[in-house]
């Protein structure tokens, strides 16, 4: 089947950091480091507690993360009906089926794992086999199980909690009853092991916090919270009687467990439920996470005992409205979401993702209050613009808001809310006949100077970003007659476009402020995109078309139809070859320009509500409705060849699915990508031997190892010791005797003037071993073991074998015509060039002499000679054809 989109492949998704699913936190024994894991959609993430840096992103799921689970060396995950086992916290290693229904809690239990789904089946599974070890049933109307706890000390015993109110003590070994305790009348939702033995932690439903002894079923006391339901408990370990209790509201209560009486209060520490928490082992530290995508780290150092924020990772805890790249290297993207907060996020790393602040009329009020009960909070951002080329010297991005004539300034290097905020004094002297009115589009110029905004009332005003002053509107009353859809201005500044409700599009004299030309659409404008470099700008109508309009013309020149429901966004590429639109029918279509033909399309489970191509084409960027996340598509015809034909009239588009949070691989299959059954083995790149048999390739061998091979000779000579070992001059305590009846003195041996004879090698010396070699590679034409030898020897011992094929050292001549016709079988492979170079130099030094005074050995020399020349004369000409172009750049006048 050809694949859903030719031109782009889910890359990874970004802006996720935790979900409503709680935490796990595992201490690694070996990094001396708390590592926190969350569940975020169909993966998790790895973080560590000291930086709260980002570690690991777990192969994608098939579909959401119900719960999370961690022991000593793995990461177990419920999705669905099937737990799966991670190692390393990427890779899935076991797979448990068995159940029929959902999967809620998990508890790793030694060496086995218990899981519950929502139907109260409880399996207990060995982790090593992936056999179920034990099953049992329950009644969801009787005893369903909420909560899960393994008491300490408590061997084979798990405690069970029911929303009935009632709490299980069960062997799971023997598979029996223990005990049951009667409970308190109210849903049991947390179970939490206490510092002191026998005592759990039981969170209700109604608020209340039980501490109860397991051994003599006694109350030790209760606590209660006005907040709701409990939905985490934790206690710290440092030292400090403290129980941590989290509520449905996001607030967190400390509570002294010696004075029995509440501690501090932590009110809104999350946006929504605390669904995650956990104090780390003998630290004053907690982290805590909830569904409002934000995961922190909090410190008990405050007077009243109460914790405050120490480290915080986030996201935009509410759907994301408008995507931008910022600057032209495409790294960073600027989002607004509906929490009314505009962030940064990077395509390189997350450590350089940041927040520029959430939207306020007044900063420094904000600042001392809750940001849930902030009232000087503004609404959410629907559009903004932002200009980097004056980034440092005053406020480049401009922003409007839901409902507001407000516009606000931002400031993308201080990640701070600007120091202008835009109101024309129209709106505020006549506020009756504009209580309606919203602003609508802005715009910054290129220079970086000067914003323009549209509003509904059909105004466009331009005012100066670095004073904050109006410098003029269009139009003798209004620009237009009825809401401003979009407003633009050409790259010289000579030319401001803006486009009305009445489907009339407006040239201007960007200085003057007079109007320059008019061209009727055939419908209502919803916004308009233009392409400062090619001049080419891009209209999307209330009809669900796209018309082209060229600017300098000033007339439509491509008409673009197929979308079924109001177009959300659009995009140019950076040479303006193609435009990018995204529509509510949740299509994606790409718009070839010059030819004015489809060239892709897709279509995605949640519409687009923007969408932006980075400058340099390497990522689509999108949001979709309803949906936290920034989500990136890499381009493939930058990697690959595409070919890019039209597509069909009746074209079916196909569903593509969302990247996930882990960088996905063009083309893998789902049955890849979900890992669920084989463990996952990524094996590292090997580099060739040899790329092509025409280029010439070198060894691995160090230098050291060839390099002096013709100067060993200086080099011994150089390392010889200047004196010779000098005798003992004392007698040795045990002096030789000769053998026999009377002890006698051995006298040193008589140096006979005997010149020591020497008798001929030749023959009686035996062959080296790299002779052998040679002798067996001649048979057998394979010469590889031969150079394999050689490249194990030291120089040294290369010397002594090359001068041990001589014939007065035990060789012979077929030796050295076989040394010859391995050199040259050698060359002819453009393998190992530079030590067969030096072996062979060796070789004709030490042999030269042999060698010219045997004739049979000629034929065979100038056949090596030949090869020789033409493996280095491609060497040489290559590195004469680079040496003069380097030359010539260096040189030459440009």
């Not at 694949?3 to 595992?26: D, H, N, Q, T």
């Not at 995961?295 to 995507?323: C, Q, T, Y």
Request: net charge neutral; aromatic share 8%; charged share 20%.
């Amino acid at each position: 089947m050809s694949e859903a989109s030719k031109i782009f492949a889910g890359y990874r998704a970004l802006g996720f950091v935790s979900s409503g699913v709680p935490l796990a936190v595992r201490y690694h024994q070996k990094h001396k480091e708390n590592y926190v894991v969350t569940a975020v959609g169909k993966a998790f993430h790895t973080y560590n507690c000291s930086k709260l840096g980002i570690v690991s992103v777990s192969d994608s799921h098939p579909e959401e993360i119900s719960v999370l689970g961690v022991d000593r060396a793995l990461t177990f995950t419920a999705c669905r009906n099937v737990v799966r086992a991670f190692t390393r916290g990427k890779q899935v290693k076991y797979t448990y089926e068995g159940h029929k229904h959902d999967v809620h809690l998990l508890l790793p239990f030694g060496q086995h794992l218990i899981s519950v789904d929502r139907e109260s089946t409880v399996i207990i599974w060995d982790i090593q086999s992936q056999d179920q070890y034990l099953e049992l049933q329950f009644n969801n109307g009787s005893f369903e199980v909420t909560s899960l706890l393994h008491p300490s000390t408590y061997m084979n015993k798990v405690v069970l909690g029911s929303r009935q109110g009632e709490l299980q003590l069960w062997n799971v070994k023997a598979n029996k009853l223990v005990y049951t305790f009667q409970g308190w009348g109210q849903p049991v939702t947390v179970l939490t092991q206490a510092p002191a033995l026998d005592v759990v932690a039981v969170g209700l439903e109604n608020g209340q916090i039980i501490l109860h002894n397991l051994k003599v079923d006694e109350t030790i006391t209760k606590f209660l919270q006005d907040w709701g339901p409990v939905t985490s408990i934790s206690f710290r370990t440092d030292g400090h009687p403290i129980m941590a209790t989290g509520s449905a509201s996001g607030h967190i209560a400390l509570w002294d467990l010696e004075e029995r009486k509440l501690r501090s209060q932590m009110r809104e520490a999350h946006a929504g439920a605390v669904t995650g928490m956990q104090c780390l082992p003998s630290e004053p530290l907690m982290v805590t996470s909830a569904a409002d995508n934000t995961l922190k780290v909090w410190i008990f150092d405050m007077p009243d005992g109460g914790g405050r924020l120490l480290r915080e990772r986030s996201g935009h805890s509410a759907p994301v409205n408008k995507l931008r790249h910022y600057g032209n290297d495409g790294r960073n993207i600027l989002s607004a979401g509906q929490d009314s907060t505009l962030r940064s996020f990077s395509t390189i790393h997350e450590r350089h993702n940041k927040s520029l602040g959430r939207a306020s009329y007044h900063k420094s009020q904000t600042k001392k209050k809750t940001l849930k009960y902030d009232q000087h909070r503004m609404p959410y951002i629907v559009n903004f613009v932002a200009e980097p080329s004056r980034q440092s010297d005053w406020d480049n991005i401009l922003a409007y808001h839901r409902g507001l004539n407000l516009v606000t300034t931002w400031n993308y290097q201080r990640s701070t809310m600007g120091e202008h905020k835009f109101l024309h004094q129209r709106f505020t002297e006549d506020a009756a006949n504009h209580r309606n009115t919203v602003a609508q589009c802005v715009e910054i110029t290129s220079c970086g100077n000067f914003g323009l905004i549209g509003y509904s009332s059909g105004h466009v005003d331009v005012y100066n970003l670095q004073s904050g002053l109006q410098r003029g509107s269009y139009g003798e009353d209004r620009a237009h007659s009825s809401s401003v859809q979009g407003v633009v201005v050409d790259g010289l500044n000579q030319v401001t476009l803006t486009s009305g409700r009445d489907g009339d599009l407006k040239f201007w004299s960007f200085k003057q402020k007079k109007l320059l030309e008019t061209v009727k659409l055939e419908s209502p404008v919803s916004s308009i995109l233009l392409h400062r470099e090619s001049a080419m700008l891009a209209v999307a109508r209330d009809d669900f078309h796209v018309n082209i309009v060229d600017v300098d013309g000033q007339k439509v020149v491509r008409k673009f139809t197929g979308h079924e429901n109001r177009i959300t966004d659009m995009a140019f590429s950076s040479d303006a070859r193609w435009l990018v639109t995204a529509a509510m029918d949740c299509s994606l279509r790409v718009w070839d320009l010059p030819t004015g033909r489809l060239i892709d399309c897709f279509l995605v489970d949640s519409a687009v509500t923007s969408l932006t191509l980075s400058p340099t084409s390497d990522f689509l960027v999108t949001s979709h409705l309803d949906d936290c996340g920034v989500y990136l598509w890499s381009n493939k015809t930058l990697f690959s060849h595409v070919a890019l034909k039209a597509l069909p009239e009746n074209y079916e588009p196909q569903l593509v699915d969302l990247p996930s949070t882990g960088r996905q691989t063009p083309g893998e299959s789902d049955q890849d990508a979900d890992g669920a059954e084989e463990e996952f083995v990524r094996s590292e790149f090997k580099s060739p031997e040899q790329i092509s048999s025409e280029l010439v390739t070198l060894s691995l061998l160090p230098n050291s190892r060839w390099q002096n091979l013709l100067h060993l000779d200086i080099v011994k000579q150089r390392n010889r010791p200047k004196q010779p070992p000098k005798a003992p001059k004392a007698a040795p305590f045990f002096l030789p005797t000769v053998a026999g009846l009377e002890p006698k003195f051995a006298l040193p041996e008589n140096q006979t003037s005997g010149k020591t004879s020497k008798v001929a090698a030749g023959s009686l010396m035996p062959l080296c071993t790299l002779g052998k070699l040679l002798l067996e590679a001649a048979n057998t034409h394979n010469y590889t073991p031969v150079l394999d030898y050689i490249k194990s020897l030291s120089p040294s011992a290369v010397d002594v074998e090359i001068r041990s094929l001589d014939p007065d050292m035990g060789g012979s001549l077929d030796v050295l015509r076989a040394f010859i016709q391995f050199a040259k079988a050698t060359l002819e492979t453009n393998r190992n060039f530079e030590i067969i170079q030096a072996y062979l130099g060796l070789f004709l030094k030490v042999h030269g002499d042999e060698l010219s005074s045997q004739k049979d050995l000629v034929p065979d020399l100038e056949a090596l000679a030949g090869i020789q020349a033409t493996s280095w004369s491609s060497v040489q000409d290559s590195l004469n054809q680079t040496l003069c172009l380097v030359n010539y750049l260096r040189t030459a006048v440009l």
